[in-house]
């Protein structure tokens, strides 16, 4: 049943743009990498990353989403029609649950680390949760993410 709703859409040149806007379209990560940032006086400053089972919901309406890498997938479904998988299929509830908790608790995770941590922390905190973003993501949007310069991040990289 869910193959007949899904459109699958695969992106294999690294830089691709996922459309989030149409409010009506849930999207979801089902293979890849994914990069978030918004463009800051012509600067661009990254967000978060995404691997498997996300959401693609945007933390800002200005957000861009962008393919890391080849391979990323990501599942388009209407409204309506996760409507009616949630309404039939327990299999797919129990997913859509976890996929939400996920998505909920990368929110306040992110906004909370903001607000908490030093970026030493959220450095060691990203290579222990993501330690694929040290192959994959340069060294600038590392340092845009960690809300520090690129020599900050050069030297905090030496220490650590």
């Not at 990069?35 to 400053?45: F, L, Q, V, W």
Request: glycine share 4%; charged share 30%; proline share 4%.
């Amino acid at each position: 049943m869910m193959e007949e709703l899904m459109e699958l859409s695969d992106f294999n040149e690294p830089g691709t743009i996922i459309e989030t806007g149409d409010p009506d379209l849930v999207k979801f990560l089902v293979g890849g990498t994914l990069i978030e940032y918004i463009n800051n006086n012509g600067k661009r400053k990254v967000l978060r990353f995404f691997n498997l089972a996300f959401i693609l919901v945007p933390l800002y309406p200005e957000s861009i989403i962008e393919s890391i890498g080849v391979g990323c997938c990501i599942m388009t479904l209407t409204r309506k029609q996760v409507m009616r998988l949630l309404r039939t299929e327990e299999e797919v509830r129990d997913s859509y649950r976890y996929v939400k908790r996920n998505y909920l608790e990368s929110v306040r995770e992110y906004n909370e680390d903001l607000e908490t941590k030093t970026p030493g922390e959220r450095y060691c905190d990203l290579i222990e949760d993501h330690p694929w973003v040290l192959e994959m993501i340069n060294q600038e949007d590392l340092a845009s993410y960690l809300n520090i310069s690129l020599t900050q991040y050069q030297k905090m990289i030496q220490v650590n």
